[in-house]
DNA sequence: TAGATTGTTAATCGATTAACAATC
DNA sequence: TAGATTGTTAATCGATTAACAATC
């Protein structure tokens, strides 16, 4: 609640996927869990659960556990999901596509209010009830509606320009899909969803199993 | 080369980076880097850069640094990227249908075989000239033709249970887009791409900034 | 009360950074 | 040769795990 410490990036990463189990078990009516118990199903130890959790406040009861629920909306809060954010899709491409017609978004409060592209065959387009707008409509647009996240799905030649110019224009939040770094004011956040750099790491520790089975026949 | 001690994961996670890096330094014709020149690039210690690339042998020389050509070469086969992989989709919704159409995956010899769903209205249709297939021809498929990677991205419900037949019929990589956690024998490699967590991790960080911008004025 | 399980401190482990001798 | 920069060892830092007193 209160910013004492900077919490690790190691413990933020882990919120979600806290979230999405313990959603779980609310929609199985568990309603009590203990740290033990959720260290089991997540494979992780019932210590760096404690730990994680106690960065942000005291969830727990001694001798009981966590209550599901309880803990659910507190973590809920913490990541802010609370309340309604609204996004932009600057590249109209496939993932751009994709990410507007992903209906999840919509029921977890990611609102996208608009596209924006360069190419005229999409432009006045609607997909999924959101239009498609020229990239030069872009600046009237971010400065007269409230963009939380701007969602980079266009080329790598042309993502570092347009996320300083988003920047510039006040958009906070830089959800990059684009295949470049992003150099951007200390205020503004970027998370990397790099695919091409996952199918590699994929692609190593594939063969990198196959070395060690070649190499000692039993694992 | 030879497989010594386990490289970590956060090793192995920068690597698709430094290739990148490397790339663009070929393309605009740079022969040779230093350790020190590249971690001002890449905004990581030098140190860091000699640390990782000495896992895999002495690319470099003293007083003169990487040759950016060969060092290119070499993380490309540390990667394991001088062959072509096979990849199916499973699953032929948004995501996955826009990574069939995502032509840089087959210039790189990322190349999609075959896509599969449930949904009659795709089945027997091409995307890009890659068939989809109804999912009871999967186990024909995969045991007839050799897949290095299945992609993921069907609904949560479904995700275990066909990640657990394709484990079966020997393949070896998940890239799992499904909102699930995959248990799989140790020799199969999940590499999760979890955009609803990425995005949350991305708001908390936005909230995060915003609160600490309003306690302590002068950042 | 007794048992269970938290919150938290201390110990361990691993990853990053610094330092420097080796050597091109 | 002198200067530069690597490869590698040692020091530091941070994150994870273990332990246990507090307490429900």
């Given at each position: 609640m209160n910013s004492e410490r900077k919490i690790s990036s190691a413990v933020i990463n882990r919120l979600p996927r806290y979230y999405r189990y313990l959603g779980d078990l609310l929609e199985s009516d568990i309603t009590r869990i203990s740290s033990k118990e959720l260290s089991t199903k997540m494979n992780i130890t019932a210590s760096q659960i404690r730990q994680d959790l106690n960065n942000f406040g005291g969830f727990g009861q001694q001798g009981y556990g966590y209550n599901v629920e309880y803990l659910y909306n507190e973590i809920k809060k913490i990541l802010g999901l609370d309340r309604v954010y609204n996004l932009i899709v600057v590249g109209g491409g496939n993932i751009g596509q994709a990410l507007v017609n992903y209906t999840n978004f919509e029921k977890r409060g990611f609102v996208i209010?608009?596209?924006?592209?360069?190419?005229?065959?999409?432009?006045?387009?609607?997909?999924?009830?959101?239009?498609?707008?020229?990239?030069?409509?872009?600046?009237?647009?971010?400065?007269?509606?409230?963009?939380?996240?701007?969602?980079?799905?266009?080329p790598r030649s042309q993502a570092s320009k347009v996320a300083n110019d988003l920047a510039a224009w006040g958009v906070?939040?830089?959800?990059?899909?684009?295949?470049?770094?992003?150099?951007?004011?200390?205020?503004?956040?970027?998370?990397?969803?790099?695919?091409?750099?996952?199918?590699?790491?994929?692609l190593y520790k594939i063969n990198e199993v196959e070395t060690e089975e070649g190499q000692t026949p039993n694992s």
């Open positions: 209010t608009a596209v924006f592209d360069v190419n005229p065959r999409l432009i006045g387009m609607t997909i999924r009830g959101v239009e498609v707008y020229d990239v030069d409509k872009m600046e009237d647009f971010v400065k007269n509606n409230k963009v939380d996240v701007a969602i980079l799905t266009l906070k939040g830089m959800w990059n899909f684009s295949h470049v770094d992003l150099a951007m004011p200390e205020d503004v956040i970027v998370e990397n969803v790099h695919l091409t750099d996952s199918l590699m790491t994929l």
